[in-house]
């Protein structure tokens, strides 16, 4: 089985920042595309930023020129460094990976268990 475990969330205020990292672990032989999805109360679960293995990235317009996402490959980690908040960016956010187990076993998709980022105005 793969585990991503998220950490970095927390309360922060209007203007400032907060960088949320995601580790895989388990039984990977590669990953394909991580990316960061966030759902606010009564709304629905949305992409924030992805990135490639090939570092290839893309940003929903909202975070453009404020978020940056980023990748170790090497230990199997992806990076949401998250500037200028603000309040509506508050939600529970949720690293995404896609995980080959084996040459031939996969892309699978995983999710972790979520982060709250909280931005007081």
């Known amino acids: 089985q793969v585990q991503l475990v998220e950490s970095g969330g927390g309360l922060v205020q209007a203007g400032g920042s907060l960088r949320l990292s995601c580790a895989a672990s388990?039984?990977?032989?590669?990953?394909?595309?991580m990316g960061w999805y966030r759902q606010a109360p009564g709304k629905q679960r949305e992409l924030v930023a992805g990135?490639?293995?090939?570092?290839?990235?893309n940003y929903a317009d909202s975070v453009k020129g404020r978020f940056t996402i980023s990748r170790d490959n090497a230990k199997n980690t992806v990076y949401l460094q998250m500037n200028s908040l603000k309040p509506e960016d508050t939600a529970v956010y949720y690293c995404n990976a896609h995980v080959m187990r084996s040459l031939r076993q996969g892309p699978y998709d995983y999710w972790g268990q979520g982060t709250q980022v909280t931005v007081s105005s």
């Open positions: 388990g039984k990977i032989f590669s990953i394909n595309a």
């Open positions: 990135i490639t293995s090939g570092g290839s990235t």
